[in-house]
């Protein structure tokens, strides 16, 4: 009887180890991210621009010969803006995140003659005025 306590108590211990294996497997599967659920649009809702975007700001000297004189919101700036760089071909050829500055805008870009389009944003925004 001794000897089948002995082998019941093995074959306790190694059910044990398989369980806690089997915990382990699942502990390391339940450490996935969440999924995000998607926000459902509403069809009939549309956007309101923030204010501060649609205050008009008036451009400096140096940007008024690229955008004009009249006082624009920063969207309407930025978007005369792209028309002259596209217009004009500034574009860099190979990188096309890059603008090359012709002599209107060196001096809004600070005398650099190319800058990124990410930097650009933040030098022009250096020549309005609200």
């Given at each position: 009887m001794a000897a089948k306590k002995a082998g019941a108590k093995k074959g306790a211990k190694k059910g044990a180890a398989k369980k806690s294996s089997k915990k382990?497997?699942?502990?390391?599967?339940?450490?996935?991210?969440?999924?995000?659920?998607?926000?459902?649009?509403?069809?009939?809702?549309?956007?309101?621009?923030?204010?501060a975007f649609m205050k008009p700001m008036t451009p400096s000297a140096q940007l008024s010969a690229v955008v004009g004189t009249t006082p624009l919101p920063r969207t309407e700036v930025t978007k005369k803006l792209w028309a002259y760089i596209k217009r004009k071909g500034l574009q860099d050829s190979k990188n096309r995140r890059n603008i090359n500055a012709d002599d209107?805008?060196?001096?809004?870009?600070?005398?650099?003659?190319?800058v990124s389009m990410f930097e650009m944003t933040k030098l022009v925004n250096k020549h309005l005025k609200g």
């Open positions: 382990a497997a699942k502990k390391s599967s339940a450490k996935k991210a969440p999924k995000r659920a998607k926000k459902a649009k509403k069809s009939g809702a549309k956007r309101t621009p923030n204010a209107n805008l060196k001096p809004v870009f600070g005398g650099k003659s190319q």
